[in-house]
């Protein structure tokens, strides 16, 4: 017993490495944007160092150019943030109704075909996210392949607009990020026991009641994990609004990028991250609170 | 064979029925020709090994299987085709299958919200199940949070709450350990006559089988080989696989002399003259050696050459209640003897000679 505190004082140099890697590659960074927030921006981007909050009093106010004592909310960030947030609500509502059938369809093949199946699923990850967001562009834009079909149809006499709309980022980004529900929701799924299914079916439950009473509550943590999966990469997307939204509609991820790229104000880019990093971190801990609840009344 | 029921008082009645699941080369013939009418209130069982179809049989009369051939009726109503949730017939599955997110309350209350009933009624039901199988005290507990025995209560009451007119049990007491199965074996029986629902329960323990069943179907290879009260399954079994299936047994090869009405006149091995029952409609060759079969307990020791046969002692295995003696008959057949113990008796020396003497009517002919 007398030797163990001994022992224990050289052991923590095995995870050496380990510390290395979280210091260097995760929180190093992380800290060099929270410090970068609270600096001056330099001339051509860039920072100088010297301290100020600056940065993070334009995240939420604006100062009028002429008069600097009026201050008014910058309704421009708030605006961003709030469709960032928006819109990938919406996209993790679709990517769980829409995984939810794909994620059962896959479950209930029989076990040898199921891997071809995933599969699939997983295929789109192994193409560029750009070149697949170009291929929807393809597809909704005003002389393509869907606009172009009902014109000749005659469904339509002129072209139907869905390039730079939210519906294309919602499009593109349900799209991108179905894989990511689909397969914690598969995961769920294959651990689901049938007999429970069965005993539903036995005990006069119809087709809906057992989806309902039975299935869903099972296969929560799968629809738990999948929304935070989609959630977070959503909130933060780049590629898919600047592609499919274009200008107009701009989400978290280009705002940031606009503040490091010509708007040559890096302490301003990387507040706004770190807010962003903020709200998800509070909206999971929010979640995760909310459903572990639900989870000690149900399980 | 003494299934010949009224037509009117059967609560499940299978004509012709089949199920061969695949398709082609790949198909698999798992129940053929099942005829059967099971009585209503009856506690019936379906006894085999496994894989011998009865787990098929159960699950398409609960309706999780659909027959390929045959017709399936329940209290008159011919049911193939309908769904499970379509049946007045209720599943005790062999896990369980409780639904691990609800309270043994939900569990139980689950079958008669699903139907619709008030809110007032099916708490009520709830409460009348949970003190039918003593788990009011459980009542709030999740499945995970109580035992293996309680779980199978909560199973029980779960089938029983929507008052089906059949309960149907897969195996319930498999997962038990000994002393618990022993309970639920009586606590089954219990329900049965307390509640009058017509159980149906799939065993391949030949002992659960005998001591809680009205009546059992003896299954093999999707086959039903006999069909009796467990007094006729054990004393009287028809083939030699239902004899071989349950309890010990003794078959010996001897010639047939004559046939006197029900009963073969033998050559019992050694020499002497002796007589063996012949099963209903079998008429064996004169001459021809045929299989009979006799329980060991219906053998006793006597002196050498006073018996029916004369044999030597090979060994005796001693297990508390009774002795088994394992002898060699003269004609060199294999014989067990099981012999009740007393304080007083001891083991028969390897070696010993002795006489056996059959108990009357005790020997049978084997169709097989």
Redesign the interface.
Known sequence: MAEAPERHGWKWLLCAPALVVLVTAASGPLLIVVAYSFLTPGNMGGVVWEFTLEAWFRVFFRRDIFDPESITFNQAHLTVYWRSVWLSLQTTFICAVLGFPTAWFIATRPPSSRTLWLFLITIPFWTNLLIRTFAIQEVIRNNGTINTVLLQMGVINQPIQMMYTDFAILLGMAYVFMPLMVLPLYAAMDKL?F??V?????????RV?VLW??IL??VKPGFIAGSILVFIPAIGAYVTPRVLGGGRTMMLGNLIALQFGQGRNWPLGAALAMLMLIIVVGALVFYLRWANREEAR?? | MTAQTKPDSAEIEIRDLSKVFGQGAAAFRALSEINLQIRTGEFFTLLGPSGCGKTTLLRVI???EQPSTGSLRINGKEVAGL???ARP???V?Q?Y??????TVAQNIG??LK??GKPRAEVEATTAEMLSLVKMEAMAER?PSEISGGQQQRVALA??LA?RPRVLLLDEPLSALDLKLRKEMQSELKRLQTETGITFIFVTHDQEEALTMSDRIAVMSAGKILQLGSPHEIYHAPSERFVADFIGDTNFLDMAVKAVNGTVAEVTLPGGKPGTARLPEGFLPVLGETVTTVIRPEQVQMVDAGQGDMDAVVDNAVFFGTDTNVHLRLDDGQGFVLRRQNSAETIEPDAGTRMGLRLSPGALRVLKG
């Open positions: 026991d007999r429970l069965e005993a539903g079916y036995d005990l006069y439950a119809s009641q009473h039975v509550p099972l149900n399980v | 609960a309706g999780f769904g499970p949730n017939v209720n599943t599955f896990n299958a409780l639904f691990p997110h609800m689950f079958g699903m139907q999740r779960r089938a929507p």
